[in-house]
């Protein structure tokens, strides 16, 4: 599921402990105290380890709970409300911390998977293999879509297609084996076979291969 981060980085608060920006993390699926969600998908939390809430809290908590925990100060996005955060350790949210530059190549990489799929649906009529390829090649493209484009290769006909099938690493073996189906029909249909030993594409009568000399 891709979120649009992108409005949570316009304007980050910054901490009246420390006055230093806080940090846009992740929300936890779950609010530790009652059970239920945070109702934000983010939180902004500082995590200075230096701010004076965080330093002062271990004293404080072990005092009055006898634990050894901190606080951090937490702000809800659109709210002012101050919120401290218990923490057992330094590094706690450190690790939800979102990251501006990923979300931006999320979202590049998403607006191009989607103009891929838009793309399918006159692919074969325009002979188009480009966007087949881009969603065959995109692990990180819904399987729907990347089984469809798959399911064009025959009708388009372009033996481009191998090489970079042949040179891809599929996560998705129902993929990678339907595309070797797609490729094995594509060459019987264009009376080609692949050369066992070099990989290149010869006629399928070949005797001997014409890139590596082999005998056949
Ligand atoms: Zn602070
Ligand atoms: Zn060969």
């Given at each position: 599921?891709?979120?649009?981060?992108?409005?949570?980085?316009e304007?980050?608060?910054?901490?009246?402990?420390?006055?230093?920006?806080?940090?846009?993390?992740?929300?936890?699926?779950?609010?530790?105290?009652?059970?239920l969600?945070?109702g934000?998908?983010?939180?902004?939390i500082?995590?200075?380890?230096?701010?004076?809430?965080?330093?002062?809290?271990?004293?404080?908590?072990?005092?009055?709970?006898?634990?050894s925990?901190?606080?951090?100060?937490?702000?809800?996005?659109?709210?002012?409300?101050?919120?401290?955060?218990?923490?057992?350790?330094?590094?706690?949210?450190k690790?939800?911390?979102?990251?501006?530059?990923?979300?931006?190549?999320?979202n590049?990489?998403?607006?191009d998977e989607k103009?891929a799929?838009?793309?399918?649906?006159?692919?074969?009529?325009?002979?188009n293999?480009?966007?087949?390829?881009?969603?065959?090649?995109?692990?990180?493209?819904?399987?729907?879509?990347?089984?469809?484009?798959?399911?064009?290769?025959v009708?388009?006909?372009d033996?481009?297609?191998?090489?970079p099938?042949r040179?891809h690493?599929?996560?998705d073996?129902?993929?990678?084996?339907?595309?070797?189906?797609?490729?094995?029909?594509?060459?019987?249909a264009?009376?080609?076979?692949?050369?066992?030993?070099?990989?290149?594409?010869?006629?399928?009568?070949?005797?001997?291969?014409?890139?590596?000399?082999?005998?056949?």
């Amino acid at each position: 599921m891709l979120t649009d981060y992108h409005r949570y980085f316009e304007e980050i608060p910054v901490c009246p402990h420390c006055d230093q920006e806080l940090s846009c993390c992740e929300a936890p699926p779950i609010h530790i105290g009652d059970g239920l969600g945070w109702g934000s998908e983010v939180l902004y939390i500082c995590l200075n380890d230096d701010c004076s809430l965080f330093v002062n809290g271990w004293a404080q908590i072990e005092e009055q709970y006898g634990h050894s925990s901190s606080y951090r100060y937490m702000q809800l996005p659109g709210s002012k409300e101050a919120n401290l955060m218990m923490v057992g350790s330094e590094d706690a949210f450190k690790g939800s911390i979102i990251d501006l530059e990923k979300v931006e190549a999320q979202n590049v990489r998403y607006q191009d998977e989607k103009k891929a799929l838009a793309a399918l649906d006159s692919a074969v009529e325009t002979r188009n293999l480009e966007p087949v390829m881009h969603l065959i090649l995109d692990e990180a493209a819904a399987i729907d879509g990347r089984k469809r484009a798959m399911s064009m290769l025959v009708a388009l006909n372009d033996l481009s297609c191998i090489d970079p099938i042949r040179n891809h690493k599929f996560r998705d073996t129902s993929l990678e084996s339907g595309c070797n189906i797609a490729i094995q029909q594509l060459l019987k249909a264009n009376f080609k076979k692949e050369c066992p030993y070099c990989m290149e594409l010869i006629k399928s009568q070949a005797k001997v291969c014409m890139h590596c000399k082999k005998d056949l």
